[in-house]
């Protein structure tokens, strides 16, 4: 039996491994509040998260263009925000 001295000695606490679909979903909220003012999270119907892609579905096509003009500045803003490349694209319908 290891002590857990040991244990957490050889554990990197500092890389980000497991991080969730919510949490990524809470920070995609998050900066998009800060780009685009007018798009609150009313307007966003659904937001799914796979393979390293964020997917928006918005209530109205007025919204999906305020987002798809900022999505490579939000994209960047996630990724910065969690330390690596997590999101390599951002789709909105």
Do not use: C, Y
């Not at 964020?54 to 109205?60: K, N, Q, S």
């Amino acid at each position: 039996m290891r002590d857990i001295k040991e244990l957490l000695s050889k554990r990197d606490f500092t890389a980000i491994s497991n991080i969730d679909a919510k949490t990524i979903e809470s920070i995609f909220f998050e900066i998009l509040g800060k780009e685009v003012g007018s798009v609150e999270r009313s307007d966003i119907w659904e937001v799914q998260i796979k393979d390293r892609k964020i997917l928006v579905r918005t209530i109205h096509p007025a919204v999906a263009s305020e987002v798809w003009r900022k999505r490579e500045k939000i994209r960047n803003k996630i990724n910065k925000e969690l330390g690596k490349e997590m999101i390599k694209e951002i789709k909105v319908q």
